[in-house]
C-alpha cells in the first residue's frame, strides 16, 4: 500500500513540476497572465480530461485483474448514439441514460463471458467488441448526427458546481472515490488483485475467477457508459464517431497512473491521475502552438516511457 501511495504521490509531482515549466512558457496575456496557470484554463483542461478519467476507473479494474479492454472507445461511442437517440425521440432524461447504461454494460458483460467462460483471449475479445459496437453505433445513427437534446440534459454536462467546479469534473472525482474504496478496501478488491496477481493460485485459493472476470469487464463496460453519458451531456449532440482512439488514451492514463500490465497491481486514483498527465501535456502543447503531429510524438513517447518503467520494475520471472 505504501508503494502505490508512494507512486501516486510521485505523479503529483509530475504535476506540479509540468505546471510550473507550462507557466513559466506559456504564452502570456495582454494583463500579463500566464494562459496556462489560470482557473478558467485549469477547469476546461480538467473538464476536458473527466472523460478520460471517468472510463479508466473501469478500465483499472480490468487491467489489475490481469485483463485488458480495447473497447472502451468504442462503448463510449455506442452509448452517447444510443443516449441521444432516446433522448432526441421524446424519452426522459432517467429512461435514456438508463438505456446507454444498459448497452455499455451488457457489451462488458458479453466481453467478460466470453473471457471467463470462452476462454478467449481478451485482446481478440475486446478487439472484436470495438468493431462490433462502433458498428452497431454507426448503424442505430445512420452515420448523421443525433442532436435536439434537452436543455436539462445539456446543462449537466455544461454546469458548475458552485459555479466554479464543472459537473463533469465532479462526476469523475465521485466515480475515482467509488472505485478507489471498491479496489482498495472490499473483498472484491481483494480478490481482484489476487486474480492478477496469480489465476492459479485464485483458482486453487477457491475465488469465483469467471465470476470475477464476468464482474469487472462488465463494471469497464458501465464506467465506459458513463464517460458516454458526459460526453453527450456536455456538447450536445450524439455522434457515432464519439470516442475513436480513446481506449489507448485509456489504457495510456492507466499505464502512467502505475498500474502494471501484469495485473494485480495497481490503484484507481493513480489512473486518474495518469489521465490528468495526458490532459496537462496536451493543453501545454496546444498552448505552445506545437502542431499536431508532434503533440501526438510526445504523448506518445511518456506512454512508451511509462510502460517500459512498468516493465523494468516487473518481477524477472513475470518479463
Same mark, same amino acid.
Do not use: N
Given at each position: 500500500?505504501?508503494?502505490?501511495?508512494?507512486?501516486?504521490?510521485?505523479?503529483?509531482?509530475?504535476l506540479v513540476v509540468m505546471g510550473a515549466v507550462l507557466w513559466a512558457v506559456a504564452p502570456r496575456t495582454a494583463a500579463g497572465e500566464s494562459t496556462f496557470l489560470n482557473r478558467e484554463n485549469l477547469m476546461q483542461v480538467a473538464r476536458a480530461f473527466s472523460f478520460i478519467g471517468i472510463a479508466s476507473v473501469g478500465a483499472t479494474l480490468v487491467i489489475v485483474s490481469g485483463g485488458i479492454d480495447?473497447?472502451?472507445?468504442?462503448?463510449?461511442?455506442?452509448?452517447?448514439v444510443t443516449t441521444a437517440m432516446a433522448l432526441s425521440a $421524446? !424519452?426522459?432524461i432517467v429512461a435514456a441514460?438508463?438505456?446507454?447504461?444498459?448497452?455499455?454494460? #451488457?457489451?462488458?458483460?458479453?466481453s467478460g463471458a466470453l473471457v471467463a !467462460?470462452?476462454?478467449?483471449?481478451?485482446?481478440?475479445?475486446?478487439?472484436?467488441? @470495438?468493431?462490433? #459496437?462502433?458498428?452497431?453505433?454507426? !448503424?442505430?445513427?445512420g452515420g448523421r448526427m443525433v442532436s435536439g437534446l434537452p436543455d436539462s440534459f445539456v446543462a449537466f454536462g455544461q454546469g458548475f458546481l458552485a459555479s466554479v467546479v464543472p459537473l463533469p469534473v465532479v462526476v469523475m472525482l465521485l466515480a475515482m472515490l467509488a472505485g478507489a474504496v471498491a479496489l482498495r478496501r472490499t473483498v472484491f478488491g481483494r480478490a481482484v488483485h489476487a486474480l492478477g496477481g496469480n489465476e492459479a493460485a485464485a483458482v486453487l485459493s477457491g475465488l469465483p475467477v469467471a465470476r470475477l472476470k464476468l464482474a469487472v469487464y462488465g463494471l469497464g463496460g458501465l464506467f465506459s457508459g458513463l464517460a458516454g453519458l458526459i460526453y453527450v451531456a456536455r456538447f450536445g449532440y450524439g455522434s457515432s464517431t464519439a470516442g475513436v482512439g480513446w481506449e489507448l488514451q485509456v489504457i495510456s492514463a492507466?499505464?502512467?497512473?502505475?498500474?502494471?500490465?501484469a495485473g494485480g497491481d495497481g490503484?484507481?486514483?493513480?489512473?486518474? @491521475?495518469? #489521465?490528468?498527465?495526458?490532459?496537462?501535456?496536451?493543453n501545454g502543447l496546444t498552448l505552445l502552438s506545437v502542431p499536431e503531429e508532434y503533440n501526438q510524438l510526445v504523448v506518445g513517447c511518456v506512454i512508451v516511457m511509462?510502460?517500459? $518503467?512498468?516493465?523494468?520494475?516487473m518481477p524477472r520471472s513475470l518479463a
Open positions: 500500500m505504501r508503494a502505490l501511495r508512494f507512486r501516486e504521490t510521485g505523479i503529483v509531482v509530475v480495447l473497447s472502451v472507445g468504442s462503448v463510449l461511442g455506442l452509448t452517447v $421524446g !424519452w426522459g441514460s438508463t438505456a446507454g447504461l444498459i448497452v455499455s454494460g #451488457a457489451c462488458g458483460l458479453v !467462460w470462452g476462454r478467449l483471449p481478451p485482446f481478440i475479445v475486446t478487439l472484436g467488441m @470495438l468493431s462490433i #459496437a462502433r458498428g452497431a453505433g454507426y !448503424w442505430l445513427s492507466v499505464v502512467i497512473g502505475g498500474t502494471s500490465l490503484t484507481v486514483v493513480g489512473s486518474v @491521475l495518469g #489521465a490528468a498527465v495526458i490532459g496537462v501535456l496536451t511509462a510502460v517500459l $518503467g512498468d516493465r523494468l520494475r
